[in-house]
Antibody
Framework: EVQLVESGGGLVQPGRSLKLSCAAS????????MAWVCQAPTKGLEWVAS????????YYRDSVKGRFTISRDNAKNTLYLQMDSLRSEDTATYYC??????????WGQGTLVTVSS | NIVMTQSPKSMSISVGDRVTMNCKAS??????IAWYQQKPGQSPKLLIY???NRYNGVPDRFTGSGYGTDFTLTINSVQAEDAAFYYC?????????FGAGTKLELK
C-alpha cells in the first residue's frame, strides 16, 4: 500500500525557517517524481514545488522561488521542503504527492504550517 | 502564466442528477489537465488525468472531456458521497496551476 507521511509542521515566527519531510513507502520511491502542494485554511489547492526522480530537476511557483528548496533522498525514501524566510501568507497545510501520468496520484495527509508572531 | 478558471463556484444537486462542471485554461494546454476530488477533512484524490483518462478505481460515473482551453468533468447519477470540492489542474508543464475549485453540494 502506498503511504506518504508528512512531518515537520508547526508554529514558526515570520522570517524563520522550517523543514518538512515526507516519508514514502509501498512503492519504488526513486522511480517517481514528487511534489508539494499547499492549502491555506478554507482556501483551494496551490502547487508549491516539484522534483524529478533523481532530484536533478526542480520547479517552483513564483511566490516561493529563492525561499523554498525541494529535495529528496532516494536512499531514505524521503522528500523534503526547506522553507526559509517564512511569511504569514505561507500559513497552510502542506501535502506531499507522488506523480503518475504527470498528475498527483497519491497524497499524504498533510502537515500544518502556521507562520505567526 | 496560465490561469485555470473553474465554473460554477458552487452547485447544489440532487442524488441521481447529472452534473457538469467546467475548467477553462487561459492558453492552449492540449490535453494536459487533471481533475481531483477533495472531501472535507481529507486529502485530494486524483480522478482524471490527461483530460479524459479515469484513474485507478474511479467509478465510471466520472467522465472528463475537452481539449485545448475548455474542459469538463461530468458526474452521471450523482451519489451522496460525491459531495466535495473538485479541482482542475494544468499538468505536464510547470507551473502546475490549480483552478479555484467547484463545490458540489447535495440537496
Amino acid at each position: 500500500e502506498v503511504q506518504l507521511v508528512e512531518s515537520g509542521g508547526g508554529l514558526v515566527q515570520p522570517g524563520r525557517s522550517l523543514k518538512l519531510s515526507c516519508a514514502a513507502s509501498g512503492f519504488t520511491f526513486s522511480n517517481y517524481g514528487m511534489a508539494w502542494v499547499c492549502q491555506a485554511p478554507t482556501k483551494g489547492l496551490e502547487w508549491v514545488a516539484s522534483i524529478s526522480t533523481g532530484g536533478g530537476n526542480t520547479y517552483y511557483r513564483d511566490s516561493v522561488k529563492g525561499r523554498f528548496t525541494i529535495s529528496r533522498d532516494n536512499a531514505k525514501n524521503t522528500l523534503y521542503l526547506q522553507m526559509d524566510s517564512l511569511r504569514s501568507e505561507d500559513t497552510a497545510t502542506y501535502y506531499c504527492a507522488s506523480v503518475r501520468y504527470n498528475s498527483f496520484a497519491y497524497w499524504g495527509q498533510g502537515t500544518l504550517v502556521t507562520v505567526s508572531s | 502564466n496560465i490561469v485555470m478558471t473553474q465554473s460554477p463556484k458552487s452547485m447544489s444537486i440532487s442524488v441521481g442528477d447529472r452534473v457538469t462542471m467546467n475548467c477553462k485554461a487561459s492558453q492552449n494546454v492540449y490535453n494536459n489537465i487533471a481533475w481531483y476530488q477533495q472531501k472535507p477533512g481529507q486529502s485530494p484524490k486524483l480522478l482524471i488525468y490527461y483530460a479524459s483518462n479515469r484513474y485507478n478505481g474511479v467509478p465510471d460515473r466520472f467522465t472528463g472531456s475537452g481539449y485545448g482551453t475548455d474542459f469538463t468533468l461530468t458526474i452521471n447519477s450523482v451519489q451522496a458521497e460525491d459531495a466535495a470540492f473538485y479541482y482542475c489542474q494544468r499538468i505536464y508543464n510547470s507551473p502546475y496551476t490549480f483552478g479555484a475549485g467547484t463545490k458540489l453540494e447535495l440537496k
